[in-house]
């Protein structure tokens, strides 16, 4: 038999791993195109009710939900990275700052207006709502699903960015932009992939998010400060520490609920202060 | 810029710029309107100074010092519920509660100030964040003194100076307010055109260099964030003597972001630009909210973007770039 701190360990990863979908791509955006975007989970929030709107409108499956989610995250954000977002590249982090989280209030604003207030319902399908006891202590399947994706996300991002020619690229255009320029690649086209690839990714995370904290119009900022904790806490622009830190905050805050419930989310600040205070660059960070 | 090919000596340049100039007098002067042409409003007007009063305060760490803080409220919310909780248990004399708020806001200030001095851009953004979540968490799980989500309830102002009383329409509210303004204002004033201001927009421009030049940045950052947590105290308090009540609310992140929001649409640097940004701010949302109150949020966002995209110093950066041009 296990005992019972292995379950509260599994929820903690398994929320780690839902914070993680939720802010790689900020990562992405924040780390590589040094662009403060506030307004990530707005995306994420796009991609949330896309799936619900599918599902529960025009009873699409699950699974055919997500890719859909992905796509239409990724393809609105292109369209304000084209408009907006493009011009404040290299404006101080006060004017990115403003403006993301101008539109972040539109976006909240539209939700609610679309939507309504309420806590959108959300059905999955018997065989996601099962769950297996192992030991003595039951897994969900849910979450055992979320863990997977999320491996094979990170692998996926990693292995991107590091190996294939658009990784390279990438990582060319966000060290010397001039130069890469020089060297024929298009600069403005990849920062705008890059950018649709971390949106779409949000917008993934937010449908897949539902199930276990719920939709609301509030979600473009409740978790904005998850994200951001969790990509100023990882290092910028480090996808493994991204990871690291999504699971350390994930695993402390549910354990933070779990054994000193009257702390509330005071916990997972102090945990961010902390790790700030002691490494400012993140836990990865390089730069 | 013409004034400074005038202008030959350090002295002259400090002195040219204290100068008090014919729009400014008008301005104050326009704030005594309300009592002739609005009576209805003034504890709207009263709102607006206190918001004015506030983001003056974050104007002199984000304007001046280039500390960019989403967690300003904190300090607002540690005045409001230090004067609160000071008139609840049987001190409601309004100026000793004004001084007590600042000087709690201010320690807790001058304590974060030494892990703010030593960062810089976006770990400095997250840190004031954290602290303001942080600081609005610990209001909520005190509920035994705060009041929780209820709000801090049983306030009571005595009389102002021990003769004017806090009615319903605002009237001693408003002049309250307002006086407490114009003073604090003049203190900013004086502080923003001393050496000492003058070398914290040195450290805005480059933190780096400024000690270089026998500038200590760390221990001028320090010292202004404390005054700026001080004078948002202060801001606070008016606020709960005016209104004899504090909610949550008043520590949270969107009131730190409607600050901002207030700062960068009047124009930072300027000293009245938060005023200015204060006054559009709250007559825009008491218009607005008029008319169907929950997409009052939309608006903002709009008014934010258009602001960053077509207004980059806010409204006084526009009027004089306006003024530059008309002149020949």
Known sequence: ?287 | MALAEKVTSPRLFVQAQTRWRPAEIVFWLATLLPYVLFPNYLSLASQIAIAGLFALSLDLILGYAGIVSLGHAAFFGVGAYTAGLLSKYGWGEPLTGLAAAALAAGIVGYATSFVICRFRHLALIMLTLGFGLLLAELANTLGWLTGGMDGLQGIHTWKLLGIFRFDLYGRAAYAYALAVLFVLFLFARRLIHSPFGLSLRGIRENFVRMPAIGAPSRAHIRAIYTIAAALAGIAGALLAQTTETVSLDSLGFERSAEVVVMLVLGGTGRLYGGLVGAIVYMIARDQFSGIVPQYWYFWIGILLVAVVMFLPNGILGGLAKLSRWSRP
């Open chain 1, 1 to 287: 038999m296990l005992p019972p701190i292995v379950g509260v360990l599994f929820d903690g990863l398994a929320y780690g791993m839902l914070l993680f979908l939720l802010s790689v791509g900020q990562s992405v955006t924040l780390g590589m195109m040094n662009f403060i975007n506030l307004a990530h989970c707005s995306f994420a929030m796009l991609g949330g009710y896309i799936t619900v709107a599918l599902m529960n409108r025009y009873g699409v499956p699950f699974f055919d939900t997500l890719p859909c989610a992905f796509v239409v995250a990724a393809l609105v954000s292109v369209a304000f990275e084209r408009t907006l977002f493009r011009r404040l590249y290299r404006a101080g982090e006060l004017d990115q700052v403003l403006l993301t989280i101008g539109i972040v209030f539109i976006s909240v604003s539209i939700a609610a207006y679309v939507f309504g207030t309420d806590q959108q319902p959300l059905q999955l399908p018997g065989y996601l709502r099962s769950s297996i006891t192992f030991m003595g202590i039951r897994f969900a399947i849910y979450r055992l699903v979320l863990l997977g994706l999320a491996l094979i996300i990170t692998l996926a991002l990693v292995l991107g960015i590091e190996y294939t020619r658009f990784g390279a690229r990438v990582r060319a255009a966000v060290d010397n932009e001039r130069m890469a320029r020089g060297l024929g690649i298009n600069v403005d086209r990849t920062f705008a992939i890059t950018f649709a690839l971390g949106s779409g990714l949000a917008g993934l995370g937010g449908a897949l998010a539902i199930e276990i904290v719920g939709l609301d119009p509030s979600f473009a900022f409740t978790y904005l400060v998850y994200v951001l904790i969790v990509v100023s806490v990882g290092g910028l622009g480090s996808i493994s520490g991204s990871f690291a830190a999504a699971i350390v905050l994930g695993i402390s805050d549910v354990a933070g609920k779990y054994y000193i419930p009257q702390l509330g989310a005071f916990l997972i600040y102090l945990v961010m202060i902390s790790l700030l205070m002691w490494r400012p660059l993140g836990l990865l960070g390089r730069r």
